[in-house]
């Protein structure tokens, strides 16, 4: 699941149109697509930020098109 770093969902979800801030976490390959949904989830003891939550990020040509 790759880790969002943001500091809560609804701060994500103010960053529709702007490039994902993430960080990989899967050692078979890298998690993050231009183009589709991405599942993940902000855990603050890698990010060091904010509270821990989940979600599902439509991108959309590298942007975030919708967070559900």
Known sequence: MIVFNYPSKKELKTQVGKPLKYIETSIFGNE???NGVLT???RP???GI???FF???TMENG???SVK
């Open 32 to 34: 993050y697509i231009n």
């Open 40 to 42: 993940g989830a902000n």
């Open 45 to 47: 003891h890698i990010t």
């Open 50 to 52: 904010g509270r821990e």
């Open 55 to 57: 979600a599902n990020v």
């Open 63 to 65: 942007l975030i098109k």
